[in-house]
């Protein structure tokens, strides 16, 4: 009968179609440098054969899919390597500038410091301790009074004057910060060369490692050196309120001084005045002394993890493309040798 004619006509045709359609999946998925025995034309060349266009379009589509990727990575190793170049410079940029955390350290008394005084032609008329910021009336200013502080004098070669001896007048400061310890000096100047007479004074740590060292000259050398100098003027009281910064990180710890200074004019009422006056106060500002420590926020760890995930990043990048590039070479020479057959066959 015509109804069980075409179904069987219909089953054969349809396993014939899912033969041919398996067979297909099957050739895409071989290898193409295979080559088939007795040089016979494989299943393949029957598919191109019978469907050209089919098989033309599917290696375009891939063609393109694997260009397209191709970029895409080549755009995620640039990327990558934005990355690498950007961690290594932050990275650097923060061992070089290293982040400053400020602590504040209260103490009940210092170490006396060291003021080195350079007079010149000026001469020291008097020197004492007071408490409570309390000074005195002058009774008689301009005499010669007793030295009430600790002095050591010391000659030496200045390192930034080419060679010139300098002599400087070194007084041990205050050290009772509780007590508002203060220290008052006077000195007079006759025959003054300069139109505006002053006299240079430097800080420095601790007036013990003077009295300690045993080459005084080349310790005031170095201190010359690490430290700043200032001036005070003659016919004022100037009032110097110095405070410790200690800086601690680098390759040593550094040790400085700030200070803030007040002027007020002194009223000479003396007759026949043929010298002048300078009057100079030193004390420390607060109980607090200022620590300064480097911290270096840059992490190795890190940036070492940062960059190894870089790293195979990019040879993953390398790895893909390599394998794509030799993909689309087998095809190639596998279109190449089915146009050959192609050519072979009508030839």
Same mark, same amino acid.
């Given at each position: 009968?015509? +109804?069980? $004619?075409?179904?069987?006509?219909?089953?054969?045709?349809?396993?014939?179609? !899912?033969?041919?359609?398996?067979?297909?999946? @099957?050739?895409?998925?071989? $290898?193409?440098?295979?080559?088939?025995?007795?040089?016979?034309?494989? @299943?393949?060349? $029957?598919?191109?054969? !019978?469907?050209?266009?089919?098989?033309?379009?599917?290696?375009?589509?891939?063609?393109?899919?694997?260009?397209?990727?191709?970029?895409?990575?080549?755009?995620?190793?640039?990327?990558?390597?934005?990355?690498?170049?950007?961690?290594?410079?932050?990275?650097?940029?923060?061992?070089?500038?290293?982040?400053?955390?400020?602590?504040?350290?209260?103490?009940?008394?210092?170490?006396?410091?060291?003021?080195?005084?350079?007079?010149?032609?000026?001469?020291?008329?008097?020197?004492?301790?007071?408490?409570?910021?309390?000074?005195?009336?002058?009774?008689?200013?301009?005499?010669?009074?007793?030295?009430?502080?600790?002095?050591?004098?010391?000659?030496?070669?200045?390192?930034?004057?080419?060679?010139? @001896?300098?002599?400087?007048?070194?007084? @041990?400061?205050?050290?009772? &910060?509780?007590?508002?310890?203060?220290?008052?000096?006077?000195?007079?100047?006759?025959?003054?060369?300069?139109?505006?007479?002053?006299?240079?004074? =430097?800080?420095?740590?601790?007036?013990? $490692?003077?009295?300690?060292?045993?080459?005084?000259?080349?310790?005031?050398?170095?201190?010359?050196?690490?430290?700043?100098?200032?001036?005070?003027? +003659?016919?004022?009281?100037?009032?110097?309120?110095?405070?410790?910064?200690?800086?601690?990180?680098?390759?040593?710890?550094?040790?400085?001084?700030?200070?803030?200074?007040?002027?007020?004019?002194?009223?000479?009422?003396?007759?026949?005045?043929?010298?002048?006056?300078?009057?100079? &106060?030193?004390?420390?500002?607060?109980?607090?002394?200022?620590?300064?420590?480097?911290?270096?926020?840059?992490?190795?760890?890190?940036?070492?993890?940062?960059?190894?995930?870089?790293?195979?990043?990019?040879?993953?990048?390398?790895?893909?493309?390599?394998? !794509?590039?030799?993909?689309?070479?087998? =095809?190639?020479?596998?279109?190449?040798?089915?146009?050959?057959?192609?050519?072979?066959? &009508?030839?």
């Amino acid at each position: 009968m015509i +109804g069980n $004619d075409e179904s069987q006509s219909y089953e054969k045709l349809n396993g014939a179609g !899912s033969d041919k359609q398996s067979d297909f999946h @099957q050739g895409i998925f071989d $290898d193409p440098d295979t080559e088939e025995p007795n040089n016979s034309v494989s @299943q393949d060349d $029957d598919i191109t054969e !019978s469907g050209p266009s089919l098989r033309f379009s599917r290696a375009c589509l891939k063609n393109v899919f694997t260009v397209v990727l191709i970029f895409i990575y080549l755009m995620l190793t640039t990327v990558a390597a934005f990355l690498a170049y950007q961690t290594i410079t932050d990275f650097l940029e923060k061992l070089n500038h290293p982040v400053m955390s400020v602590i504040y350290k209260e103490v009940d008394s210092f170490s006396p410091p060291g003021i080195a005084l350079y007079l010149g032609k000026a001469q020291l008329l008097g020197c004492k301790h007071y408490y409570h910021n309390y000074i005195p009336p002058l009774v008689v200013p301009g005499t010669l009074e007793v030295v009430d502080c600790t002095t050591e004098e010391v000659s030496y070669v200045g390192p930034f004057t080419n060679q010139t @001896q300098k002599h400087a007048l070194v007084v @041990q400061g205050p050290s009772d &910060v509780r007590n508002k310890e203060i220290i008052f000096m006077q000195f007079s100047l006759t025959d003054a060369d300069e139109d505006f007479s002053a006299i240079t004074y =430097m800080l420095f740590a601790k007036f013990g $490692d003077l009295a300690q060292s045993l080459d005084k000259p080349g310790f005031m050398v170095d201190c010359e050196k690490n430290y700043s100098m200032w001036t005070f003027s +003659g016919g004022f009281r100037t009032w110097v309120k110095m405070s410790l910064v200690m800086t601690s990180g680098k390759t040593e710890d550094v040790v400085e001084f700030r200070q803030e200074s007040g002027v007020v004019k002194f009223n000479d009422r003396r007759q026949n005045i043929t010298d002048e006056l300078f009057f100079v &106060v030193f004390e420390w500002r607060d109980p607090f002394i200022q620590e300064i420590r480097l911290i270096v926020t840059a992490n190795p760890w890190n940036s070492v993890a940062i960059l190894c995930g870089v790293f195979m990043a990019l040879f993953k990048a390398a790895n893909f493309a390599k394998l !794509s590039i030799s993909w689309m070479i087998r =095809m190639r020479k596998r279109h190449l040798r089915n146009r050959a057959r192609e050519l072979d066959s &009508v030839t």
